[in-house]
């Protein structure tokens, strides 16, 4: 039974630029919830989706966008990249058809921001 | 507003000791869920428990135990017997009933427990 996978695993990216991440939730899971993490710090909530269109927002600007595929699978596209956008990138898959309520975490994305 | 605070930034013990994590946490909401992930130096959060909020048992899982006390607002976690291998940094997250499901998590800050041979 395939966990959460995420891709790449690290990624280092030069200001301005854009960066997409990728996705695929746990095996029976149809929701996908991407989090931020800074060092440091606690996972904060970007956005989710299910059934194709995004369900629940957190506090990020808009260059913060994603995309929920047919296959359920994710991606999360960072456009005009900050330094400050450097963080661990998480991608958690739940099952929102089925009522699961626990989330299951990929490895998760280091982007580097310089 | 949601918000969870877990005061203990840092613990340390020497292995065998038992240790306890707190976790308080603020809601308007009556029906909402709490959660414990552990993040190991990988990086992957770990799903430990959820609890609903109607549900006020207390769990043991081996030698990890939990408290929920809905009068305090607190949700605390012990580890009994402590090993090196539970060291790591351990969150406690609240979710919301969303109307289509509990789903967006809010974390605390984490407590990093390391626990020496």
């Known amino acids: 039974d395939a966990g959460v996978t995420q891709s790449p695993t690290h990624l280092i990216k030069t200001r301005g630029q854009q960066v997409t991440l990728r996705c695929s939730p746990k095996?029976?899971?149809?929701?996908v919830s991407w989090y931020q993490q800074a060092l440091g710090q606690g996972p904060q909530f970007i956005f989710q989706y299910y059934e194709e269109e995004e369900r629940q927002r957190g506090n990020f600007p808009d260059r913060f966008s994603g995309h929920q595929f047919p296959n359920y699978s994710s991606e999360l596209n960072v456009n005009a990249l900050l330094l400050g956008d450097s963080a661990l990138y998480l991608c958690a898959s739940s099952s929102l058809g089925q009522g699961t309520y626990e989330q299951y975490f990929g490895p998760g994305t280091r982007l580097t921001v310089t | 507003a949601q918000k969870v605070t877990q005061a203990q930034t840092e613990i340390s013990v020497v292995e065998k000791e038992d240790v306890t994590l707190d976790c308080v946490y603020e809601?308007?909401?009556?029906?909402?869920?709490l959660f414990w992930y552990k993040q190991p130096p990988s990086g992957e959060l770990v799903f430990l428990i959820r609890r609903n909020s109607f549900d006020e048992q207390n769990e043991i899982s081996g030698r990890y135990s939990w408290n929920f006390q809905k009068s305090t607002s607190s949700f605390n976690f012990t580890i009994t017997a402590s090993q090196v291998v539970d060291s790591a940094v351990y969150f406690c997250?609240?979710?919301?009933?969303?109307?289509?499901?509990?789903?967006?998590?809010?974390f605390g800050q984490g407590t990093r427990l390391t626990i020496n041979p």
């Open positions: 809601t308007r909401d009556t029906t909402y869920y």
């Open positions: 997250a609240l979710s919301e009933d969303q109307g289509q499901g509990a789903q967006k998590l809010v």
């Open positions: 095996s029976g899971h149809d929701t």
